[in-house]
């Protein structure tokens, strides 16, 4: 019951920290007319009420790290826990105008709800200018509590390269993902990996490990262990989304079924695909917008048969095996105490049993 | 002599401090592959030698209010001065993006140039993400330039306000102007003037002229003149672009003769034009991509005979006093010194005199 309990308090907490940030920017907002002060309260209707997946994160391993309760500053990890968020819907911002994207979980992101208000002469250019802005506006923000976070001079500087090295290497990922849907950069499987690991695993899973190090005062080896933990779950996290597109209950994960396929979407599944014979089964239908639920199911069949989808469920047990020995060897040379063992184990465990 | 000597010497070293900047970047970017190396580097082009107004504009005032040499700080302040340029250069990305521009002063843009690389399958989709990418990088830099300069607490804090306040009425600025130019927001006077102040002033003239100020040591009182003098010289400089564009030498200006016509840009022109019984002349062929310069130059004739001309050039005149009277006012208290004023002064009338 206590871990519900404080699962429950800790969720409050960030949703509280995130309303008030979203509250002292709106109010801000009124100077500059009802558009702008409507834009941000736009912004906080979309961005709040999510998971928290990632600011759980980080304040579960800092709890772990910190177990004397007297010496941790739960309010400070709260804070970056918090920016991390503004950060993750920053990005999500400038994906979905980069993408076209007007839905997301199909309900209207920012851009289809301000798309659908009316009242611009051109409601798609209204629309993604402002999530543009919003989304400068969210990573300055993000960029900004870091640099405010009143921990000692050593940790505010390793938080503000830590946050630096994440925006960038996020960024590298979107920018590859891009290149492979324009037809840029060629869409090998060595590079879909690459981009899955620097657009999702750093941000989500490797910043709030580390985050969490960098704020409970844990050693640069314990840091890089958490980084190295989060890329491995975080790939395997991103593979088995991949997967679940594809092959999964469309219901339960919240996509259209067979998006990925008609939108082209180069995944691991797909190169692996495009090096076996099957390839020019899928080819013709492959990134086709008018694919049809009975075509959606052969593809998925020949992506089954061909190999891809098992490829794939290996990708990702190796990932989760990878994470597992590094916390393995940390517990046998008491790099980590158990509480934080068990921390990631159960974390670990939550990524393996995942089936939405 | 000594003058020109030292102009010289300041452009050299903020061009140093840009280029280090982009060089340590682009070298750190080749780990995620050619294509996003080669972004860098591109922006690197772009962004580098030009008229560096506001570093230059932040190194003067610096030394004006801190006279002594052995206790100025003139490395930290070119630092602060080049991460303001980086801030210009990612605005104008994301203003290019916004209004679909491929060309500055005349020369492909970052987006014209990468969209006319070839080899993507949307050029244009490819050359406008990598535009919204880049420009959230050097958004990010910049912020942490400022988060990691060598200064007091107080004054880091200080630095962090001012910016985050810089990038909020920027951004405030462009969403009205998007709002105007898609007819969401009415375009009236006061509501262009404001725009054009947010837009423009606060981050091309204030916020250097703050900057000088917090790292000089100079008190919140002087802060806050050169704050008010900033935004009367940026409005000021902001309306003579206008009057510029529409009444200027189109080739020493740089611009296209009459695009801000043909594109029905909202100015304070405009806004004067459309209350005046000119404005049924000007309405059928204002905001007309197909634009004549017969039609032009019409055009022209009407808004100077209807008196838009002449009331934004008294605007601007307005301004210039209001920035001189402040002057006088800190001269009588001695709130400045001899040397501020002079180099403000300088300023001012470096911004009356301008004739492109």
Redesign the interface.
């Given at each position: 019951m206590t871990a519900i309990a404080t699962q429950d308090e800790q969720g409050i907490r960030i949703e509280e920290a995130l309303r008030l940030r979203f509250a002292e920017?709106s109010t801000?907002?009124e100077v500059?007319?009802e558009?702008?002060a409507g834009?941000w309260r736009s912004a906080a209707a979309h961005a709040t009420g999510g998971k928290l997946i990632r600011p759980r994160l980080l304040l579960d391993i800092h709890r772990a790290l910190s177990p004397d309760s007297r010496r941790r500053d739960t309010d400070t990890a709260v804070g970056i826990a918090a920016e991390i968020e503004l950060l993750h819907y920053a990005f999500l911002l400038?994906d979905d105008?980069?993408d076209g994207d007007l839905y997301r979980r199909r309900r209207p992101n920012l851009i289809g709800t301000l798309a659908h208000d009316g009242?611009?002469?051109?409601d798609l250019?209204?629309a993604r200018?402002?999530a543009?802005?919003m989304?400068?506006?969210l990573?300055?923000?993000a960029?900004?509590g870091?640099?405010?976070s009143r921990v000692s001079t050593a940790a505010r500087?390793r938080l503000?390269d830590l946050?630096?090295h994440t925006?960038?290497?996020t960024?590298?990922g979107?920018?590859?993902d891009?290149?492979l849907a324009?037809?840029?950069?060629v869409p090998d499987l060595r590079?879909i990996l690459a981009m899955s690991t620097?657009k999702t695993a750093t941000y989500s899973f490797s910043l709030p490990l580390r985050a969490a190090a960098v704020l409970a005062g844990a050693s640069v080896e314990v840091e890089e262990d958490l980084s190295a933990i989060g890329r491995h779950l975080g790939l395997a996290f991103q593979l088995q989304d991949d997967l679940l597109c594809i092959f999964g209950d469309a219901e339960a994960h919240g996509k259209d079924p067979f998006s990925d396929l008609r939108e082209g979407k180069e995944t691991a599944i797909i190169a692996y695909a495009r090096m076996t014979t099957a390839w020019t089964k899928i080819a013709p239908r492959f990134g086709t917008a008018d694919l049809t639920t009975e075509e959606g199911l052969h593809l998925r069949g020949v992506l089954r048969e061909c190999g891809a989808e098992g490829f794939v469920q290996s990708l990702v047990a190796d990932e989760l095996a990878a994470a597992s020995e590094i916390l393995t060897a940390a517990e046998e040379t008491r790099t980590m105490s158990g509480d934080v063992v068990t921390c990631l184990r159960t974390l670990l465990a939550r990524v393996e049993g995942r089936r939405s």
């Amino acid at each position: 019951m206590t871990a519900i309990a404080t699962q429950d308090e800790q969720g409050i907490r960030i949703e509280e920290a995130l309303r008030l940030r979203f509250a002292e920017r709106s109010t801000a907002a009124e100077v500059y007319g009802e558009p702008f002060a409507g834009l941000w309260r736009s912004a906080a209707a979309h961005a709040t009420g999510g998971k928290l997946i990632r600011p759980r994160l980080l304040l579960d391993i800092h709890r772990a790290l910190s177990p004397d309760s007297r010496r941790r500053d739960t309010d400070t990890a709260v804070g970056i826990a918090a920016e991390i968020e503004l950060l993750h819907y920053a990005f999500l911002l400038h994906d979905d105008v980069i993408d076209g994207d007007l839905y997301r979980r199909r309900r209207p992101n920012l851009i289809g709800t301000l798309a659908h208000d009316g009242g611009a002469r051109d409601d798609l250019h209204w629309a993604r200018s402002s999530a543009i802005l919003m989304g400068d506006l969210l990573l300055a923000t993000a960029v900004l509590g870091f640099a405010r976070s009143r921990v000692s001079t050593a940790a505010r500087l390793r938080l503000l390269d830590l946050v630096e090295h994440t925006i960038v290497e996020t960024v590298a990922g979107e920018h590859i993902d891009v290149g492979l849907a324009d037809g840029v950069i060629v869409p090998d499987l060595r590079t879909i990996l690459a981009m899955s690991t620097y657009k999702t695993a750093t941000y989500s899973f490797s910043l709030p490990l580390r985050a969490a190090a960098v704020l409970a005062g844990a050693s640069v080896e314990v840091e890089e262990d958490l980084s190295a933990i989060g890329r491995h779950l975080g790939l395997a996290f991103q593979l088995q989304d991949d997967l679940l597109c594809i092959f999964g209950d469309a219901e339960a994960h919240g996509k259209d079924p067979f998006s990925d396929l008609r939108e082209g979407k180069e995944t691991a599944i797909i190169a692996y695909a495009r090096m076996t014979t099957a390839w020019t089964k899928i080819a013709p239908r492959f990134g086709t917008a008018d694919l049809t639920t009975e075509e959606g199911l052969h593809l998925r069949g020949v992506l089954r048969e061909c190999g891809a989808e098992g490829f794939v469920q290996s990708l990702v047990a190796d990932e989760l095996a990878a994470a597992s020995e590094i916390l393995t060897a940390a517990e046998e040379t008491r790099t980590m105490s158990g509480d934080v063992v068990t921390c990631l184990r159960t974390l670990l465990a939550r990524v393996e049993g995942r089936r939405s």
